[in-house]
């Protein structure tokens, strides 16, 4: 089990850029799945993106894809969520999440992440 603590989110215009940050505790950090979801008003828990934890292969939702970014660094057990060009339907609050998977695994359904964070209002104006 890891302990999941979003930082980052906040205020933007449109078109800019955002940096989300994903603390996590756990010696096994490195060997898990991470992902991103998001959750508007009304709306579902969606997958945003996410990352496998051998070969940092990354997987995206169409509707980022070209805009966000993820990355993680496993020496500072965090993930980061880059974010540019946001748009008003970016609006969301956005949570970090973990899943024990086999190498190379990735799932983009919620339910399949054990770990997550409180998570961090994202807020794009027009």
């Known amino acids: 089990q890891v302990q999941l603590v979003e930082s980052g989110g906040g205020l933007v215009q449109a078109g800019g850029s955002l940096r989300l940050s994903c603390a996590a505790s756990g010696r096994t950090f490195s060997t898990y799945t991470m992902g991103w979801f998001r959750q508007a008003p009304g709306k579902e828990r969606e997958f945003v993106a996410a990352?496998?934890?051998?070969?940092?292969?990354?997987y995206y939702a169409d509707s980022v894809k070209g805009r966000f970014t993820i990355s993680r660094d496993n020496a500072k057990n965090t993930v980061y969520f880059e974010m540019n060009s946001l748009k008003p339907e970016d609006t969301a609050v956005y949570y970090c999440?973990?899943?024990?998977?086999?190498?190379?695994?990735?799932?983009?359904?919620?339910?399949?992440?054990?770990?997550w964070g409180q998570g961090t209002q994202v807020t794009v104006s027009s």
């Open positions: 999440a973990a899943a024990f998977m086999a190498v190379g695994d990735v799932s983009r359904v919620a339910a399949s992440y054990s770990d």
């Open positions: 990352i496998t934890w051998v070969g940092y292969r990354t």
